[in-house]
Nanobody, 122 residues
Framework: QVQLVESGGGLVQPGGSLRLSCVAS????????MSWYRQAPGKERELVAE?????????YYADSVKGRFTISRDNWKSTVYLQMNSLKPDDTAVYYC??????????????WGQGTQVTDSS
């Protein structure tokens, strides 16, 4: 069974930090790009960050989080992380983990996590 299980969300004061985790199972994690999306109430789902299956090459960050958020992965643990620093109220959203097969694999698949709530409260 393919699973993307997220944790680490919660309530945090503006300017604080959180680290989201997404533990993957049921697919070859090391051959997938991983990303984090977020969706605030009444807004479109937004790509926050993406990490390749290489050594940090070609990673992507949305302009709104660049310099504050860092995406990383541990292939031994099949886990992708999102370190969120200097949090703002506008960062409040449900954060989703996404896996997509790397371009060099034959079979292409996309998987989504269940989402975890992050709330910044002033």
């Amino acid at each position: 069974q393919v699973q993307l299980v997220e944790s680490g969300g919660g309530l945090v004061q503006p300017g604080g930090s959180l680290r989201l985790s997404c533990v993957a199972s049921g697919f070859p994690f090391g051959r997938y790009y991983m990303s984090w999306y977020r969706q605030a109430p009444g807004k479109e789902r937004e790509l926050v960050a993406e990490i390749t299956n290489r050594f940090g090459t070609g990673n992507y960050y949305a302009d709104s989080v660049k310099g504050r958020f860092t995406i990383s992965r541990d292939n031994w643990k099949s886990t992708v992380y999102l370190q969120m620093n200097s949090l703002k109220p506008d960062d409040t959203a449900v954060y989703y983990c996404k896996a997509v097969s790397a371009p060099d694999v034959v079979s292409q698949y996309t998987y989504w996590g269940q989402g975890t709530q992050v709330t910044d409260s002033s």
